[in-house]
Nanobody
């Protein structure tokens, strides 16, 4: 069993930056692929980014490519989402998710591919 806890959300002006963290409990963190999703009251939960267990493979939603960077520190059991050039449309609750697959590919843009979820952290970008 893996438990995930997000942190780092908050209020930021458009053009600013935030770094989200997701701390994982349990063993063998490096065996899990990890992802970030986001959700607003108007939309279903949508894929943002994912990273494989070794940190060598990653993928991004087109809407965040070039602005967001996903990374992980397996020694700290933590995955990060660095968000730059934030826009008001990035406002959402951001969720961390884990998959028992150690690699990520296009399938991992689907929330059904993930086995574990955090509680979410609110990100609000003001214009």
């Amino acid at each position: 069993q893996v438990q995930l806890a997000e942190s780092g959300g908050g209020l930021v002006q458009a053009g600013g930056s935030l770094r989200l963290s997701c701390a994982a409990s349990g063993r063998s963190f490096a065996a899990y692929g990890m992802g970030w999703f986001r959700q607003t009251p108007e939309k279903e939960r949508e894929f943002v980014a994912a990273i494989g267990g070794r940190g060598t493979d990653s993928l991004y939603a087109d809407s965040v490519k070039g602005r967001f960077t996903i990374s992980r520190d397996n020694a700290k059991n933590t995955v990060y989402l660095q968000m730059n050039s934030l826009k008001p449309e990035d406002t959402a609750v951001y969720y961390c998710a884990g998959t028992v697959f150690g690699y990520v590919d296009s399938r991992h843009q689907s929330r059904e591919e993930y086995d574990y979820w955090g509680q979410g952290t609110q990100v609000t970008v003001s214009s």
